[in-house]
């Protein structure tokens, strides 16, 4: 799932390619990816995008005119934006979602999955924007460490659950919570309420780094073109997609908890003391013979 750095680099990508122009024309092909009715789609087309913003993990697109409507995108896992310098130009069937059309180029929204759950909202007033699509999350690169520590510890939790949830921080999500974990030198599993003063510190400092570091790496990479390879997995990142790979501080292998869709990537030696965290299908599975240290899982 696109997540804070990925958006950003969009929104950018957005600004120069869309901002400013007529939207003429929305081609929706995906049947789920319409979630409005009022106003119709068809209310936008033949305006000007004057603005985008980011609410958390969502795209959304400002329209000029006296009614203050906004077009949101949602784009979930597997969801991405593809900009065609052709007018008119179809998307890929079996992908394609939507195309909106301008006066020099496409965009098109498309969903590499089985189970479409991309969306698109269109919104009538920056009250309801903000009531319906701001999950009130706080923006982790725009507060200081005491409101970092208040969002954080306001629940008991994990770590892994705290940094991911909408309503706590703003943009963060799976992929990017296992490298701020990592650099952090902090378990997944550690509850929030069981952090001293130097562990929320070095917490701070990582989300706020990792989060900086990777949109400027996505920056530095499109350039003045548009994102096409949006992904949650790079060859760069310390552990996150990097399963039984060496770590690239103590070369122990990365190790993974599994749930659901979900993997959590952690390395045993840097954030958990050597332990190994219990995956709830293998564990039960294996039983005894599920590792529980660096050791067992070299034996």
């Not at 929104?11 to 009715?37: N, Y």
């Not at 609410?55 to 005119?65: H, I, S």
């Not at 130097?198 to 996505?218: K, P, S």
Request: glycine residues 8%; negative net charge.
């Amino acid at each position: 799932m696109p997540e804070l750095p990925d958006v950003v680099v969009y929104l950018e990508a957005l600004d120069r390619f869309v901002v400013g122009r007529e939207l003429r024309e929305i081609r929706v092909f995906g049947i789920s990816l319409l979630q409005t009715f009022d106003p119709p789609i068809s209310a936008v087309e033949g305006r000007t995008v004057v603005g985008t913003r980011r609410l958390g993990k969502r795209l959304v697109l400002e329209m000029d005119g006296p009614d203050d409507l906004f077009m949101v995108i949602h784009l979930m896992v597997a969801g991405r934006l593809r900009w065609r310098d052709q007018p008119g130009t179809k998307p890929p069937g079996k992908i394609g979602l939507a195309a909106f059309d301008f006066d020099y180029g496409t965009l098109m929204l498309t969903e590499a999955s089985k189970r479409k759950k991309a969306s698109l909202w269109l919104v009538n007033g920056a009250d309801t924007l903000a009531e319906n699509h701001n999950r009130g999350g706080v923006e982790p690169l725009e507060i200081d460490e005491v409101g970092f520590r208040n969002a954080l510890t306001a629940r008991n939790r994990t770590l892994k659950r705290a940094l991911c949830d909408p309503t706590v921080f703003s943009g963060i999500g799976n992929a990017y919570s296992d490298e701020i974990l990592f650099h952090a030198g902090l378990s997944p599993v550690q509850r929030t309420d069981h952090l001293d003063d130097d562990a929320i510190a070095r917490l701070y400092q990582a989300t706020r780094t990792t989060l900086a570091d990777w949109t400027e790496r996505h920056r530095r990479a499109v350039g003045n073109g548009f994102p096409d390879k949006v992904t949650a997995f790079h060859a760069d990142m310390a552990v996150h997609g990097k399963f039984d790979l060496p770590c690239p501080v103590c070369a122990v292998p990365v190790q993974r908890i599994v749930y659901a869709d979900n993997e959590v990537n952690y390395c045993p030696q840097c954030q958990t003391g050597g332990r190994l965290l219990a995956d709830r299908s293998l564990s039960r599975l294996l039983k005894d013979d599920w590792p529980r240290s660096i050791e067992d899982l070299e034996d």
